[in-house]
Every structure is written in C-alpha cells, then in structure tokens.
C-alpha cells in the first residue's frame, strides 16, 4: 500500500476491497494477473519438453470391436450400433437397417446395404430386389417368415446407394462378426461382391458363386445378388444351380 496515503483514504480503499470480496491479504504490492497470463504460457513452452499436445485419436475399428462383442444378445447388438457414432453414413440415412426374419434361422443371408426402400422402412430387402429375393427362397421352401434371417454388410443407406468404402466395411465388419455369431445360423449366403469383398476378403463373384467357403468357422456360399438378377435375367439360371446346392447343403444337415 502507497505510504503517503493518509489514514482515512486507506481505510476507505481497504473497506472498498472488502466489499469487493477480500478476505485476505497476501503480499505487500499488488499483482497484475493479466500480465502474468501473458507471460506465463511462453515461459512454459520453453520449460516443457517439445510434446506434441493432440487430441487422443479413436480408432473407429477399435470402438466397433469393443461395442460388438459387449453385445450379449442380438437386442444389446441393435441397440450398439444405433449408439455408434463413427460412421458418417448414419447421419445421412433415416434408419437403422439392422435385420429381418427369423433369429435362430439356420439360414443367414447377408446382402450388401439398405437402399432407399429399405432406408425408409428399417428392414433389408423390401424393394424389388428383396421381391426377387423372396421368390427365390419360397422356390426351395424358405422363407423370412419362418426359416431365414437376413441383414447387409452395411446398417445404414450409402448416399445415391454408392458401393461402401473400404473404410465403411472395416469399421462395421466387427458388428457383422458379432451379428452372425449370435444369430448362430447353419450356412451363410453372401449376396452380391461387396458381401464377399467383407466377409471374405475377395471380390468376382462370377468365379466365387455357386462354390462353399468357410467364414467364422461357417460354411458360406457366395451368389449372384437378387439386383444383378434383376438386370441380367440370364444369369438366373446358375442362381437357382446355386439355389439347389443350399437345399441340398440343409436337406444333408438334416
Ligand atoms: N440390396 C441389399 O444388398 N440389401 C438390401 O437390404 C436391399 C438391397
């Protein structure tokens, strides 16, 4: 405090700074903290070792492994990926596309992701494609009502239905692991290259249709999406070859 300040003007700015608030006194002359916030950030760069101060980066593959396998049953499944974050296409989609059927079937079919029908009612496969779809199973007696269970490789619409990225298919495989091991199906279908592109890490499925492969410890057969068959009417012929070869796969499990 300035020594030539008479009694009553200190007394007056001592009762002026406790109605401020003071409690208490703490060093002879004043500080004046915003040049030591200025000061200090410098002074402490130099100080500091040179680390890198950035954000601590999630890995979307990882978040995904976590989320999947603490899903305990296909509900704690759906419920996981409604809850996942890191995927851009959901903020683009209405719904979440997470499976129709039976549950326990012991056929699973995977196709490759919802389109705008499917985005606008939740469920795979119900536009034209999920028509076809549906005949070609009632012809060797399966049906979504009763003995197949259905999901895509991706939950949520890609924009104007573009392929899935790489980067898409990596991030949403764990969930598609943990999809198939709780619904515990016998065989697997894999609709269409980007279903094996996924689960098998291969594409061409002119070559890869029609023959079994293994995936998850399950046997899986690759073939022609319901879509292709719709443009390619020729091509249903091997379809129903394929058709006959999962009969006969469930008639020999029997
Ligand atoms: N095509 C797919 O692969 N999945 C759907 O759900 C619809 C069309």
């Not at 029908?117 to 939740?122: K, L």
């Not at 991030?171 to 269409?192: D, T, W, Y």
């Not at 091997?238 to 469930?250: G, I």
Request: one cysteine or more; proline letters at 7%; charged letters at 25%.
């Amino acid at each position: 405090m300035d020594s030539a300040l008479d009694w009553h003007t200190a007394r007056a700015l001592l009762e002026w700074q406790m109605e401020l608030g003071v409690t208490e006194t703490i060093c002879d002359a004043p500080i004046n903290r915003y040049e030591l916030q200025a000061a200090a950030p410098k002074a402490k760069r130099q100080a500091e070792p040179d680390i890198p101060h950035k954000p601590k980066e999630v890995d979307p593959v990882e978040e995904a492994r976590k989320a999947a396998r603490s899903a305990g049953s296909l509900v704690a499944l759906r419920e996981a990926m409604a809850g996942f974050e890191h995927c851009d296409l959901k903020k683009g989609a209405r719904n979440l596309v997470f499976a129709d059927g039976q549950a326990g079937a012991r056929v699973m079919i995977i196709g490759e992701a919802p389109g705008r029908d499917e985005d606008r009612e939740g469920r795979p496969f119900v536009g034209r494609a999920g028509q076809l779809l549906d005949k070609m199973l009632a012809a060797i007696d399966l049906s979504r009502d009763s003995n197949v269970y259905i999901t895509n490789v991706l939950p949520w619409r890609p924009p104007q239905n573009r392929d899935p990225l790489p980067v898409e298919i990596a991030m949403l495989k764990p969930f598609l692991q943990r999809h198939v091991e709780l619904a515990q199906p016998e065989v697997v279908i894999l609709m269409g290259n980007i279903s094996c592109q996924a689960v098998l890490g291969r594409k061409g499925i002119t070559r890869l249709r029609g023959n079994w492969d293994e995936a998850w410890g399950l046997p899986v057969l690759p073939m022609f999406h319901p879509a292709y068959l719709l443009r390619q009417a020729a091509a249903k012929r091997l379809a129903w070859a394929d058709l006959l070869e999962v009969r006969a796969r469930l008639g020999a499990a029997q």
